[in-house]
């Protein structure tokens, strides 16, 4: 199964900061990696697919880049509704793997 | 817009066999996606479960392959689960979810998820 780490687990920031969140991995799945969102209670929602493509509807404060082994996920001004876990997922081969989330939480 | 509905009993005994269904609406089970179900335990990460084709054609994560049955109803507009030989670790909200395989695959629609606790 290919491993995928995310870093950090869990951070603190405030309306208006630049989030970065990062997702590593475990061996080169060049740009198959998708980002979701969930909120407590509520499924998870698709933000990027393919590494760097926007879902359609999901705000464009949101971008992705990153190849092979090493992703990023970027909130250019995080804003009170983005509060939320963040997962990365890998679609390079079966069994598909998450990532172990990272919380963003309010400063 | 793709709507899926979980439903089925939400507490299983231990030894038991999990069963849940996922009713489709908004579009049909015979489009060109793929299945899947995906639980999460309680305060942990996802976990992919397995999935299937409107054909019958299913795929399953390894780790639950021996337990783990996927089925398809074309003419409910529905797909199920079956996980047998329940423990407490498959204590879980259990989601199903439309794939969407272009250009890469990720799951495109979710639904809201039930929680099923293993318990005597």
């Known amino acids: 199964d290919i491993q995928m780490t995310q870093s950090p687990s869990s951070l603190s920031a405030s309306v208006g900061d630049r989030v970065t969140i990062t997702c590593r991995a475990s061996q080169s799945i060049s740009s198959y990696l998708n980002w979701y969102q969930q909120k407590p209670g509520k499924d998870p929602k698709l933000l990027i697919y393919a590494a760097s493509s926007l879902q359609s509807g999901v705000p464009s404060r949101f971008s992705g880049s990153g190849s092979g082994t090493d992703f990023t996920l970027t909130i250019s001004s995080l804003q009170p509704e983005d509060f939320a876990t963040y997962y990365c997922q890998q679609s390079y081969s079966p069994p598909w793997t998450f990532g172990q989330g990272t919380k963003v939480e309010i400063k | 817009q793709v709507q899926l509905q979980e439903s089925g009993p939400r507490l299983v005994k231990p030894s038991g066999t999990l069963s849940l269904t996922c009713a489709v609406s908004g579009g049909s089970i015979s489009s060109s996606n793929w299945w899947s179900w995906v639980r999460q335990p309680p305060g942990k990460g996802l976990e992919w479960i397995g999935e299937?084709?409107?054909?019958?054609?299913?795929n399953y994560n390894p780790s639950l392959k021996s337990r783990v049955t996927i089925s398809v109803d074309k003419s409910k507009n529905q797909f199920s689960l079956k996980l047998t030989s329940v423990t407490a670790a498959d204590t879980a909200v259990y989601s199903c979810a439309r794939v969407e395989t272009a250009p890469i695959y990720y799951f495109e629609y979710w639904g809201q998820g039930t929680l099923v606790t293993v318990s005597s």
């Open positions: 299937i084709y409107h054909s019958g054609r299913t």
